[in-house]
């Protein structure tokens, strides 16, 4: 793990203690048009006020040293005791219009507050948090809409004792960030919920229901999970196609993602419905062709017409086994066009995707697509399951994001994260994530870490360079913990092994990690 320099606090003397950040006092930075070191380059290290840079609070904690991302040099924020400190730029003579900041930085987490912000610039204040990153640096963005002519750079931490941050390579430039479109979740679970008696509550503890308020905390878009011939009839099409009613009651946008299976299908299985299972390649194509166009074209017929789909789960080795497997592209190739163009008949204007899992693994997904390009394969957009604690780290995450985005030119979305808001279980079936060292390091078990990761997840996805961040879905939001709603659609009694990462807690109120759906 990196440790900054440890030396410096011991030779400087903090000025002031525990003060407020909310405020600058009066502007002292040279009024500029431009940003000035934004590189931290003009100074060297161990300087306490960067050429072109203020700072208010505790001045001692913030400081250049030596191991820039790009050049020599970088700006950090640390103490070996408790502080508050600010380290800002005052720009003016500005042309009215949009904007935006960049900069790369690396975090230790555990602040109270670690944040890039755009303020005094005519309208709200805008924030990025700094994502916990003890190792590789990550690029995050800051959007603003300049209307006086001004506005004001901000490097801010609140931090505890041996808290740090780097941040590196600012740039404040013209022209607009998307912001993340997709603010959704998966909530396939949530018909058998219901049928097995489950409640959803406000957060105030008012019962209703859940679609109404996931809406209400800023939720967009729903995912729902389509299953051939399911052993419970759960995640069926007359399934979809009621839940379906519901979202789009509420005005939310509906993904659609086929499994081409009777159950789970995942990188560890692909598994043909039992319906297909002596069916040969040729037939097997014109199965998934018929199997999407029913469905989606039922969705369409009762006013509900798919706004996305994806095209297979998580298909790393293919679908639909042996057939379609990556061991022959050709024929995966066959299938996934099959699907593609039952889309395109039912609805043009629907997106395609294609989804894989392990959103941190770039040679993995690199390997995956050259192959689907070089067979032909069509698709207007790249879904990534990304899973902390075990897809890599944040780092991996975004450099496979922003690659796959560059190189095929497709839009990239979060098909899929997660993260716990505890560890303890509700129905005694063992969590798949329960123990603290299985967690994303910077990132608790608590309401507060599962708010954090979908923030700063939803950062890296913003960040994607020309607008190529789509958005984020949640997986899987009302999966609570509800006796006879488990894993297994064969068996009622199995357990679940997901509440405690759902957005509904165990006392069935709507979690505060919703209000990462209010996300730029």
Request: glycine fraction near 12%; charged fraction near 20%; hydrophobic fraction near 35%.
């Amino acid at each position: 793990m990196f440790h900054p320099r440890r030396t410096l606090h011991a030779l400087l003397t903090p000025l002031v203690a525990g003060l407020a950040l909310t405020a600058l006092p009066a502007q002292t930075a040279t009024a500029a048009s431009t940003l000035t070191n934004g590189g931290f380059e003009n100074d060297g290290s161990g300087t306490a006020t960067p050429a072109g840079w203020s700072e208010y609070g505790d001045t001692a904690a913030s400081y250049t040293e030596s191991g820039g991302r790009s050049g020599g040099y970088r700006l950090s924020h640390w103490s070996s005791s408790a502080y508050k400190v600010e380290t800002y730029q005052y720009l003016s003579g500005l042309t009215s219009g949009d904007y935006r900041l960049t900069a790369w930085v690396r975090s230790g987490g555990g602040q109270n507050a670690a944040h890039l912000a755009l303020k005094n610039c005519g309208g709200a204040e805008q924030r990025t948090d700094l994502p916990v990153s003890d190792s590789g640096w990550i690029r995050i963005v800051v959007p603003v809409r300049v209307t006086g002519g001004q506005c004001t750079i901000s490097v801010t931490s609140d931090g505890n004792a041996g808290n740090w941050i780097n941040v590196d390579d600012l740039a404040f430039t013209s022209g607009t960030t998307p912001g993340v479109a997709v603010k959704g979740a998966d909530i396939s679970s949530l018909p058998k919920s219901e049928a097995k008696g489950g409640t959803y509550r406000t957060a105030s503890g008012t019962a209703g229901d859940p679609v109404a308020i996931l809406k209400s905390t800023g939720m967009n878009y729903a995912r729902l999970k389509v299953w051939v011939n399911p052993a419970d009839g759960y995640n069926d099409k007359a399934h979809v196609l009621a839940l379906a009613k519901r979202i789009k009651a509420q005005g939310m946008k509906l993904l659609v993602d086929f499994h081409y299976s009777d159950a789970w299908a995942d990188p560890g299985k692909q598994n043909k419905p039992a319906a297909w299972a002596g069916h040969g390649y040729g037939q097997l194509k014109k199965d998934v062709y018929d199997h999407t166009y029913e469905v989606l074209n039922a969705l369409k017929a009762q006013g509900t017409t798919a706004d996305m789909v994806q095209v297979g789960n998580e298909i790393n080795g293919g679908m639909l086994w042996n057939e379609g497997s990556t061991g022959n592209w050709t024929q995966l190739a066959g299938l996934l066009n099959s699907g593609y163009d039952a889309v395109k008949a039912v609805s043009p204007s629907t997106v395609a995707a294609l989804h894989l899992a392990e959103g941190g693994d770039l040679e993995g997904t690199r390997w995956w697509f050259d192959n689907a390009v070089s067979h032909g394969v069509r698709f207007d957009a790249v879904g990534l399951s990304y899973y902390g604690y075990w897809h890599g780290t944040l780092r991996d995450f975004q450099t496979t994001l922003d690659d796959t985005a560059a190189r095929y030119g497709k839009p990239v979305f979060v098909a899929e994260t997660a993260y716990p808001f505890r560890l303890d279980s509700e129905d005694g079936l063992e969590n798949i994530i329960d123990l603290s060292g299985e967690l994303v390091p910077g990132y608790p078990a608590s309401t507060s870490g599962q708010t954090r990761w979908m923030n700063d997840v939803a950062s890296i996805v913003e960040a994607v360079p020309d607008g190529r961040g789509l958005g984020v879905f949640y997986w899987e939001a009302t999966w609570t913990a509800r006796a006879g709603n488990g894993w297994d659609p064969a068996d009622p009694s199995s357990g679940n092994g997901w509440e405690n990462q759902a957005l509904f807690g165990y006392d069935d109120r709507v979690l505060p990690a919703t209000a990462w759906f209010r996300h730029r």
